[in-house]
């Protein structure tokens, strides 16, 4: 009998997937059987990430942009919810250091 991956058509959503915490995210995902999507600025590393996961059987969508802009987060969620039918999970593994509270950020933060 084969064994069922954990996050088998979970479908997921991983910014800042290009590098490092995010890259890592991707990989194991894509290695429990999930249906993820990498979201990044870097064009090139996030490509370059999805290409190599297809050693483990599956290469990511890549969507490429600034998630500080919430026109675009919004867009990638429809373009996720279009392509497969649902997001069961989202890894903000994108950012940068800004000390703030939720409430005291801005989008131009």
Same mark, same amino acid.
């Given at each position: 009998?084969?064994?069922?991956?954990?996050?088998?058509?979970?479908? %997921? %959503?991983?910014?800042?997937?290009?590098?490092?915490?995010?890259?890592?995210?991707?990989?194991?995902?894509?290695t429990?059987? +999930?249906?993820?999507?990498?979201?990044d600025? @870097?064009?090139?590393?996030?490509?370059?990430? +999805?290409?190599?996961?297809?050693?483990?059987?599956?290469?990511?969508?890549?969507?490429?942009?600034?998630?500080?802009?919430?026109?675009?987060?919004?867009? %990638?969620?429809?373009?996720?919810?279009?392509?497969?039918?649902?997001?069961?999970?989202?890894? @903000?593994?994108?950012?940068? %250091?800004?000390?703030? @509270?939720?409430?005291?950020?801005?989008?131009?933060?």
């Amino acid at each position: 009998m084969k064994e069922e991956k954990q996050f088998a058509n979970r479908v %997921i %959503i991983v910014t800042g997937g290009a590098s490092g915490m995010g890259a890592a995210c991707v990989e194991q995902f894509i290695t429990l059987g +999930a249906l993820v999507t990498i979201v990044d600025r @870097n064009d090139e590393g996030a490509k370059k990430v +999805a290409h190599d996961c297809a050693k483990f059987g599956a290469e990511p969508m890549v969507i490429t942009g600034d998630v500080a802009s919430s026109e675009f987060c919004d867009s %990638i969620v429809e373009q996720v919810v279009n392509a497969h039918g649902k997001l069961d999970v989202l890894v @903000n593994a994108a950012g940068t %250091i800004h000390r703030a @509270n939720a409430l005291g950020t801005t989008d131009d933060d």
